[in-house]
């Protein structure tokens, strides 16, 4: 059958065929749409969309890809006008993830990556420019230029030269080389990005251990769930999710502990909501502010900052005391339950009502609801984790979790929502400092052994600097050079004053960015890499579904994917890692991580897997830990916690609550959202959120502009009455760097984690001229 | 559709004269659409609950009544006619009146799906934009901003233009439902809700209020979901007009 008599077979019988960019559309309303015909349809495919509509192939193809955003990972359809090099829009695609939902960011956020201020050309810091520091007098402080505050390229640009990519890598490899031989490998450290690929994180802490000859290698996980995985690994053995977030629609209840979920992981929130609107599953929020998810909760105890560990061990304490436990569960699958039952014994909800600002009778009820449920679920977020006691936040949630069987079933289980959408890959690929790959110690000799032969060359056996101590040592002098792909600490670290005079104190900085951070205005050399659109890898997401990210653009004038100049850098420094492609990053990869085992992207598909996955035909393991525990003993491991106040307490001088986070249209550190054209719209500036009565005291007007200060820095900015927060709390997004929240916040370090004390630090609030 | 269950009877039905086996719970137009016929729909969606409002799936069971396949449920022995004069002629009335008065620039606007409901017409051989009801005068339809032909501006109904994302055309809404179901059932985000009586019935968000001022997170489900012109992508091309997206109701892609 040639095309024209399949045409006019299709119009005989009234089946209409046209042509949608790359795709044919068939209305047959009749169903005369034979088998036979179908399978010509299929066979002509290509002629019919040369021949139909009379045209010319449309140049807007679909690419399926991910979002680039949070560690939901949604399945996002890209539309891309190839003649233009530019996405046109987005539609989400039909995955477990997300049923074609998306959120603001995801649907309407991709627009930045071709935004004109995108780094196109290697640069290398002016001779006249050192001694190096800040370089936008908005940086130093000294003027506000003006609103809006993203680097001013005017400001910034000039005091760096255009180079070549030999000349920049060259200079970058032999000053790292000249440190590492005259101070030692010690003295190198890299940050890597949880928004890089599993691929382009492996990489990177291949080439911090194999060429820098260091373990000095982390990223911001550090800043976000450190706490949590370190509770975890401790009492499970294991720090990924135990289940993923769409098994809620088969949990009775579900707990949501320090998330504001339906601003951080928008469309994780839709499942929720939708699982209690269906009548199914119970909710339970546990949060300081009375964010939009108390708005459908059946509980919600609005607790006082700081005070998670008084809740949940009084939850357990009321557990106990009404047979709420289960004890089969106890015995058979866990250890140390009697010292957890001692710590708890003194926690009853009535010294926790007076230390949590919570009823008592509302701890009460809520701790039945959570004990009586046949399958609960724990949802925690950086309320729990960013804290000085975060670890032992976490602890308490799982030792609730283990006291009520509440793991290895459907419907129950751990879930710590994980920020970045590549949080999770990017730990498992071991940019950490303490572990190799999937999570393998560093420390361990038959470890260490198997990855000198894989790698060929000697290791580090010392554990590494996390990302607040590679600072602290930048400081000090003890760090010498960095490498950092795709970190804005002086936006994201705490008390950025202190990041200030860090990263001034380096040595050499090399930064790799897609644009001008604030980090980079001490970068000694600039190296312009691919946004998530130009180029393909893995991502990992909060489920531990491994998703390809497809290529839909191509890069702008001199830009190169992250992979390639890790690559190049090694080289440079005398370690050759030669790559054909990313998938063959990824199989050198997955052959090391027995968690990824079996992963190849050619399975991975449209839908990606859950690792671990045994049997690559299947989606992979939704719920773990159904019989055992990895733990040494197989058993979940209880540990309790006692309550510890934050560092540093409201006092006369400093007498309001200072909590950071995000806002729904944000990211981060605003280098990608603030430069979307939706997003930025909606959310232009900064603002704080306070309780109403307390702006009244202060004399401020909605909107009126306050001076925030903390004992490190003070900001100022607009601030909203919101009866959503507690008297006594200001609440203020760190995107924002003409109003840095991070500015404000304390370096104060949980001792286990590691993580910094985000979610609590003394302000005092002012009006400002 | 409902997972199968062991031990569960299939049920066996017939459509054009085809025979099928569905899950007790599937409604006809599941059960059309495994033997791979599509049926024209507005108001439906498979990601939403059917609500069968905008009649236009309408099939002949052999009863006197047509029935909606969205939300009629397949029966056991039931023979199902999918396509009649007399279904042809009810589907072309239907969409002749719902585009009696749809305001001609709505079905340029860029959308994340289709304009369905024009596409459908084109199916159909509606000749729409001429047949537009013209008011008691017969002059030209009113325009967007005059009053003209005896109807008011905008055809009585408003623009809102105050969200950053998304154009609201109210003079184009079909209230088939499915931004309310895709912003209240999937995204859980309850802005999305009816008001007024009779003609003047809207979509409104929140309490009634402009979209831009209302609860809204801009997750865009309403635009996605919305059928017509009437929720459109704000500062987007979207599709050219040889590409559409993803929502081309009633069409099936390849
Ligand atoms: S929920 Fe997260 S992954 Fe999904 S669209 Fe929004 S930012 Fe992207
Ligand atoms: S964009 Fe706004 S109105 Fe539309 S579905 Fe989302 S929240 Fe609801
Ligand atoms: S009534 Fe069935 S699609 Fe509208």
New binding site residues.
């Given amino acids: 059958m040639t095309t024209t008599t399949l045409l006019g077979e299709l119009k005989k019988r009234g089946v209409k065929v046209r042509r949608r960019g790359e795709r044919l559309l068939l209305s047959d309303l009749h169903g005369a749409l034979t088998p036979e015909l179908r399978a010509a349809i299929d066979a002509h495919r290509e002629e019919l969309l040369a021949t139909l509509d009379g045209g010319e192939r449309s140049t807007v193809r679909s690419v399926d890809s ?9 399945a ?1 359809r890209y539309f891309v006008d190839e003649a233009e090099n530019r996405i046109r829009y987005a539609d ?1 695609r039909e995955s477990p ?2 049923h074609e ?7 309407f ?1 991709f627009d930045y990556t071709s935004h004109p201020q995108r780094l196109q050309t290697p640069l290398i810091r002016k001779e006249s420019s050192y001694p190096k520091g800040p370089l936008s007098t908005e940086v130093r402080g000294e003027r506000r230029r003006r609103s809006g505050g993203l680097v001013d390229y005017e400001e910034v640009l000039p005091h760096f030269r255009e180079a070549t990519w030999e000349e920049a890598l060259d200079l970058a490899a032999t000053r790292l080389v000249e440190i590492r031989d005259r101070d030692g490998s010690g003295a190198l450290a890299g940050f890597g990005s949880a928004k890089c690929s599993n691929e382009e994180a492996y990489l990177f802490q291949k080439l911090v251990r194999a060429a820098f000859g260091t373990n000095n290698v982390d990223h911001c996980t550090r800043l976000c769930h450190a706490s949590s995985v370190a509770a975890l690994l401790e009492t499970i053995g294991s720090g990924a999710v135990t289940t993923v977030f769409g098994d809620v629609q088969t949990a009775d209840v579900a707990l949501i502990a320090g998330s504001n979920t339906t601003g951080n ?4 929130a839709t499942f929720i909501k939708q699982a209690r609107k269906s009548g199914r599953t119970k909710l339970i929020v546990v949060e300081p502010r009375r964010i939009e998810m108390a708005d459908h909760a059946d509980y919600f105890l609005q607790i006082n900052p700081g005070t998670d560990v008084v809740l949940y061990n009084s939850w357990m304490h009321v557990l106990i005391e009404e047979g709420l436990i289960d004890e089969a569960y106890i015995a058979d699958r866990t250890e140390g339950f009697e010292e957890l039952k001692a710590v708890v014994e003194s926690y009853s909800p009535e010294v926790a009502a007076g230390i949590c600002g919570v009823e008592s009778g509302l701890i009460r009820e809520a701790a039945r609801t959570f004990g009586r449920a046949e399958r609960a679920m724990i949802f925690w977020g950086m309320g729990i984790s960013q804290h000085t006691h975060g670890t032992d936040n976490a602890r308490c949630l799982i030792s609730l979790a283990l006291m009520t069987g509440n793991i290895g079933r459907e419907g129950t289980g751990l879930h710590p929502l994980r920020g970045q ?1 590549n949080v999770q890959g990017a730990s498992d690929a071991g940019v950490i400092p303490m572990v190799y790959p999937d999570y393998q110690s560093v420390a361990d000799p038959a470890v260490r052994e198997k990855f000198e032969q894989a790698w060929g060359v000697e290791l580090d056996p010392k554990p590494g600097l996390t990302v607040v101590e590679i600072m602290g040592g930048a400081l000090d002098g003890v760090i010498k050079g960095m490498y950092m792909m795709g970190e804005n600490p002086f936006l994201s670290d705490p008390n950025v004053n202190k990041v200030r005079k860090a990263l001034s104190n380096l040595e050499f900085l090399v930064v790799q960015d897609i644009f001008l951070t604030e980090t980079a205005e001490f970068a000694d050399v600039i190296l312009p890499a691919t946004s998530f659109f130009e180029k393909s890898g893995t991502y990992t ?1 909060s489920d531990r579904r491994v998703q390809v990210g497809r290529k839909a653009l191509q890069p702008p004038g001199g830009a190169r994917t992250d992979w390639e100049i890790t690559c190049e850098i090694g080289a440079r420094m005398g370690y050759p890692m030669e790559y054909g492609s990313p998938e063959e990053v990824f199989s050198e990869f997955t052959a090391l991580a027995p968690s990824y085992a079996g992963l190849t992207y050619d399975n991975l598909g449209l839908t990606g897997k859950l690792w671990p996955c045994p049997d690559p035909s299947e989606d992979g393991t939704q719920v773990l830990f159904g019989d055992r525990f990895p733990t040494a003993s197989g058993r979940g491991k209880f540990v309790p916690a006692e309550f510890a106040p934050a560092k540093e307490l409201p006092d006369k001088e400093y007498p309001f609550v200072l909590n950071t986070g995000r806002r729904l249209e944000h ?1 981060h550190t605003g280098t990608m959202t603030r430069r979307s054209r939706a997003l930025h719209a909606i959310r232009p500036g900064p603002v704080a959120d306070m309780h109403p009565a307390d702006l009244e005291a202060l004399g401020v007007e909605d909107g009126g502009i306050v001076e925030v200060a903390s004992r490190r820095g003070s900001i100022v900015l607009p601030a909203v009455p919101s009866d959503r927060m507690l008297r006594g709390a200001v609440f203020i997004p760190f995107h924002f760097r003409e109003a840095a929240a991070n500015l404000l916040t304390i370096d104060e370090l949980d001792p286990v984690g590691k993580i910094p004390e985000y979610k609590f630090c003394a302000v005092r609030v002012s009006p400002a001229s | 559709m409902a997972t199968r269950r062991s031990g569960e009877q299939m049920i066996s039905l017939s459509i054009d004269g085809r025979a099928v086996q569905v899950l007790p719970g599937a409604t006809i137009w599941e059960a059309a659409r495994l033997l791979g016929i599509g049926l024209p729909v507005l108001c439906h969606d498979p990601r939403l609950e059917p609500v069968g409002v905008c009649r236009l799936c309408l099939v002949e069971v052999g009863e006197p009544k047509l029935t909606a396949a969205c939300v009629r449920g397949a029966e056991d022995g039931m023979e199902v006619r999918t396509s009649s004069e007399r279904l042809e002629a009810c589907r072309r009335g239907l969409v002749e009146l719902l585009l009696s008065d749809y305001p001609v620039d709505a079905s340029d606007r860029p959308k994340t799906g289709s304009d369905a409901l024009v596409e459908l017409a084109a199916e159909l051989g509606v000749d729409w934009p001429a047949r537009r009801w013209s008011g008691e005068t017969g002059e030209a339809p009113g325009s967007r901003t005059e009053p003209a032909g005896g109807i008011p501006a905008g055809d009585g109904r408003a623009l809102d233009g105050t969200s950053k994302v998304i154009f609201v055309d109210h003079q184009a809404c079909i209230l088939c439902d499915r931004c309310i179901r895709g912003c209240d059932d999937l995204q859980v985000n309850e802005v999305m809700g009816r008001t007024g009586k009779g003609y003047q019935t809207s979509i409104a968000f929140d309490l009634d209020v402009p979209m831009g001022e209302s609860t809204c997170v801009s997750c865009g489900e309403c635009e996605k979901v919305c059928p017509t012109g009437a929720l459109s992508l704000v500062g987007w091309e979207g599709p050219p007009n040889d590409a559409a997206g993803s929502g081309d109701v009633g069409w099936e892609v390849l």
């Fill in positions: 991910v979002c680039p955003y949070c560690g939901v990972g949604c996002i989400g993830v997300n939902r998306l959120c603001v960011k995801g649907r956020g992981h928008p469309v994780a959408n997401n990211w």
